[in-house]
């Protein structure tokens, strides 16, 4: 009976050191030098319009950007970063995700009290440049990624210091310029990056076994 409790034991104190860690990198926040630099396509005429683009390594459909939000339990998930330098007026964000999941894209630049951290399954937000250099962080929305890791295509288009009205500008801009759009509007999936297992009701699982190895625990420890 001992020896086999003094097993559960060791699974529970396990466990509990696998959530210590996937609690800190829930909070991880990328270090601005880790961020990769936006490179833009300046002549928006010139963008590849054809949708194999999408699956093509370093494709750069509708000139977007792929990187991917890992998957929520990946002990080495990253905190994707994007520097975007010369904004100067006005910034045009878009971000499509694949699959579609709630992707949250927030300027890790401005201070913390008046910065802005938009959440949707497309992003399309034309706003003031907070500063010439900003860095933006990507993350999901709440359980958004706990099924797999999460494509994300997206587009910061810099308004012409030189425009007179960039409020105007921005109401011109095409709302629903995804890549996805390529498809006429039907989303293909991306098949470029890992995707992980899926397992029904992950996160019910891991909060059941985090209240078991509490218990577990506390037990142990009352028996010393
Ligand atoms: C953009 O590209 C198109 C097509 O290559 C070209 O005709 C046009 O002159 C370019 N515009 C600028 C501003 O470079």
């Known amino acids: 009976m001992d020896h086999i409790y003094c097993q559960w034991m060791l699974f529970a104190v396990l466990l509990v ?3 210590l860690g996937q609690a800190d990198d829930c909070e991880a926040q990328c270090a601005p030098e880790d961020a990769k630099a936006w490179d833009p396509v300046r002549n928006e005429s010139t963008y590849d ?11 750069r459909p509708l000139g977007y950007q792929l990187d991917t939000l890992d998957y929520i339990n990946d002990a080495n998930a990253r905190s994707p970063c994007v520097t975007v330098t010369g904004c100067i007026n006005y910034v045009d964000i ?3 995700t694949d699959p579609l999941a709630r992707i949250c894209i927030e300027d890790i630049t401005t201070d913390a009290a008046t910065r802005e951290l938009i959440c949707q399954e497309r992003i399309s937000s034309c706003v003031p440049c907070p500063s010439e250099e900003v860095t933006y962080q990507f993350s999901c929305q709440g359980s958004s990624c706990d099924q797999s890791a999460v494509n994300f295509w997206f587009r910061f288009v810099l308004s012409d210091p030189a425009v007179l009205d960039p409020e105007l500008w921005c109401f011109n801009r095409n709302t629903d310029e995804y890549p996805s759009s ?6 293909v999936p991306v098949t470029r990056a890992k995707t992980m297992p899926t397992g029904r009701g992950t996160s019910l699982g891991a909060t059941f076994s985090l209240t078991l190895c509490a218990f577990l625990t506390v037990i142990f420890i009352a028996r010393q």
């Open 94 to 96: 878009m971000v499509e």
């Open 182 to 187: 390529l498809y006429n509007n039907v989303p």
């Open 49 to 59: 319009r054809d949708p194999a683009s999408i699956n093509q390594p370093d494709g």
């Open 17 to 19: 050191y696998a959530h």
